[in-house]
């Protein structure tokens, strides 16, 4: 295929969450024609799983300045800046309109989910002018089918929600931990909503430390005492839940400090019972419950439960991306100019330094991981970073390297963390939270956004949000 052939096709965009979307947006306004591939049915569709999660950034923060330029002329408003958002809401008054929209529904194609990526008409291995070559998408749709897509280049913001880190030890499944899937949960099921039924007068086993697992926690605390007979047990890898509890009432976080006094409390109490220093290695399923075999603080563990809450964290699919070259570092599986300024080990969140294309190249030219995806196992992500990547991927693939390099997103030296969801590691798990190892205790992170927005903000009350370091 000839390089002229190539620059025609399409930029492929693998995920319509708030990334690929907004990465659609760019495009269109550089004057390329993008793709956009979604797995889920609708547009948001991993941001629609944990739909009744309230965000802790308010609106202003939330959405991408290309996608409301293509937005507000539909008659389309902000929400108030100041409020924060559900991820139903984000969904519902942001995603799904952005995809209605005629420049992005005529290009996106949902219930298609990406199988693999590859240089056309050569393996990784091949390198014979390999820059000239289109990328070939493989893709199978709700049906099925299996079809190729040809694409110039690939930006893959297919985030990393569907892919928890297994509950297993050492990064490796427990035995039997795919046959129990049927009992096992993502971090933040609607244990008060839509998934009450499956946890109502149960008894259910919390995995994890993070931000995720409490919100769930105390969610299953107030079922519970609606519904008897609703039994919680929490394994955490660590030896202790203290940095979970948080300060307290003298919290520089309010609702940090709400969420671990509560849930001290509701252990103190006896609402649920703490398990530490967890290690679990079998589930055997039966036809009503799971066996949850291994051990605790170094004595035999068996527990028999309704339901398995997997709040470990997230890892990125890299399956999919076997055939193309990489270059992404060996830790966090973030690209490897990108990770340390991410490496949770290193830095919290206000110590991430914006960035744009020229860190997130691999050499595999046109080729990109934006949003989520891109942290790898990191959890510092935030949707303002996410958009900055994307308006610098596509300023550089429309060959504008000026405004690809001018960083448009701006972080202060002196905020750190980000909220609540700043929650540290539990026990020896390299993924940190969001305030990472850094700082011993996390703290409020604030940001600045350069132009267009170019006003700082503080992301200060927070809920839900998974994938914080939760051993
Ligand atoms: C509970 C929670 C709360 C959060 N709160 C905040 C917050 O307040 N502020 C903030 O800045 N960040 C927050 N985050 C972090 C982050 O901004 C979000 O996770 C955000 O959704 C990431 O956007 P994304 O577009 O990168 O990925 P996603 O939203 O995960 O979107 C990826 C999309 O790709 C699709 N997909 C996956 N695999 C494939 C495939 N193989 N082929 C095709 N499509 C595929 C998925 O269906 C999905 O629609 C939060 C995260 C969570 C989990």
């Known amino acids: 295929m000839s390089e002229i052939a190539r620059d025609r096709l399409p930029v492929v965009v693998i995920g319509a969450g708030p990334v690929g979307l907004a990465a659609a947006a760019h495009l269109l306004e550089r004057g390329l024609e993008p793709l956009v591939l979604e797995a889920g049915g609708t547009a948001g569709a991993a941001v629609a799983s944990w739909g009744h999660v309230r965000l802790f950034s308010p609106w202003r923060y939330d959405v991408d300045a290309a996608a409301r330029r293509l937005l507000e002329p539909t008659g389309w408003t902000l929400p108030d800046p100041d409020a924060l958002p559900t991820g139903r809401e984000l969904v519902e008054d942001y995603l799904a309109p952005l995809a209605a929209t005629e420049a992005i529904s005529s290009r996106l194609r949902t219930g298609t989910r990406v199988l693999a990526v590859a240089r056309d008409g050569a393996d990784k291995t091949r390198s014979l002018g390999r820059e000239r070559r289109a990328y070939r998408v493989r893709t199978v749709d709700a049906a099925g089918r299996v079809t190729d897509v040809l694409a110039r280049s690939v930006i893959d913001a297919s985030g990393t929600f569907s892919t928890s880190n297994p509950l297993g030890v050492s990064g490796l499944p427990a035995a039997g931990e795919a046959d129990a899937a049927p009992f096992v949960t993502g971090p933040l099921p609607d244990v008060l909503g839509a998934d009450r039924d499956r946890f109502a007068g149960r008894h259910t086993l919390v995995v994890g430390m993070g931000h995720s697992a409490a919100n769930t926690l105390l969610s299953l605390v107030e079922l519970s005492e609606a519904t008897p007979g609703t039994t919680i047990t929490w394994a955490i890898r660590g030896g202790s839940a203290r940095r979970l509890f948080g300060g307290g009432t003298d919290d520089e976080l309010p609702a940090r400090g709400l969420l671990g006094t509560r849930l001290r409390g509701a252990v103190d109490a006896g609402r649920l019972r703490l398990l530490a ?37 997230f890892r990125p699919d890299l399956d999919v991306l076997r055939e193309v070259r990489l270059d992404l570092d060996p830790v966090v599986e973030a690209p490897s100019a990108l990770a340390p300024l991410i490496d949770p080990n290193q830095h919290s969140c206000g110590t991430v330094p914006p960035h744009g294309e020229a860190v997130l190249s691999h050499p595999d030219d ?66 940190g939270s969001c305030c990472g190892a850094a700082p011993a205790e996390p703290q409020l992170v604030t940001l600045g956004v350069g132009a267009p927005a170019g006003v700082g903000f503080a992301t200060g009350v927070a809920h839900g949000r998974s994938g914080d370091g939760e051993g």
């Open 277 to 313: 220093r967890v290690s679990i290695e079998q589930l055997v399923p039966g036809p009503e419950s799971v066996q949850v075999l291994g051990t605790a603080k170094d004595e035999p563990l068996a527990l028999d439960v309704h339901a398995v809450v997997n709040a470990t964290g």
């Open 366 to 431: 046109g080729f990109y991981l934006a949003g989520m995806k891109s942290y790898g196992r990191a959890p510092t992500f935030l949707l303002a970073t996410g958009y900055e990547q994307v308006r610098s991927v596509a300023a550089a693939l429309a060959g504008d390297r000026a405004a690809a390099d001018v960083v448009e997103l701006n972080l202060p030296a002196t905020g750190v963390c980000s909220s609540d969801l700043a929650l540290e590691a539990d026990g020896d798990s390299a993924a």
